[in-house]
């Protein structure tokens, strides 16, 4: 089975939070789905890392984990209308920034 997720850039998620302080000038609760609002397979993320780090990435086919669900994406219509925010960078995106930060950052922050 395949398991499809709603992979989202870090750039993505933090203009999203600004949008959502600005919307919350006067208190209010509101929840927002942030998402692509397209569902990708982990294969998709692995070709997508292949292309952008140029180099083969090993891998092993495994049944689902008990309790992991087939889908799960967002519906960020809410998104556009409240906070006039979309995600705009794409898969191969994310993959080609992860890699070029975690090349010059081999050990994380430290």
């Known amino acids: 089975m395949v398991l ?3 992979y989202i ?3 993505d ?4 939070h600004l949008k ?15 998402g692509t609002g397209n569902g990708y397979s982990v294969l998709d993320m692995l070709k997508a ?3 952008a780090s140029k180099c083969k990435v090993p891998y092993k086919m495994m049944p689902r984990r008990a309790g992991d669900i087939a889908s799960c994406y967002a519906k ?10 979309e995600a705009i960078y794409s898969i191969e995106d ?16 430290r």
């Open 13 to 16: 998620l933090a203009y999203a």
């Open 20 to 34: 959502a302080l600005e919307f919350l000038k006067e208190p209010c609760c509101e929840a927002i789905n942030i």
């Open 4 to 6: 499809v997720r709603d």
């Open 94 to 109: 994310m993959c080609k920034d992860t890699f070029a930060w975690q090349s010059k950052n081999p050990n994380g922050y």
């Open 49 to 51: 890392y292949e292309k």
């Open 76 to 85: 960020p219509t809410k998104a556009k209308e409240l906070l006039d925010w």
């Open 9 to 11: 850039h870090v750039v």
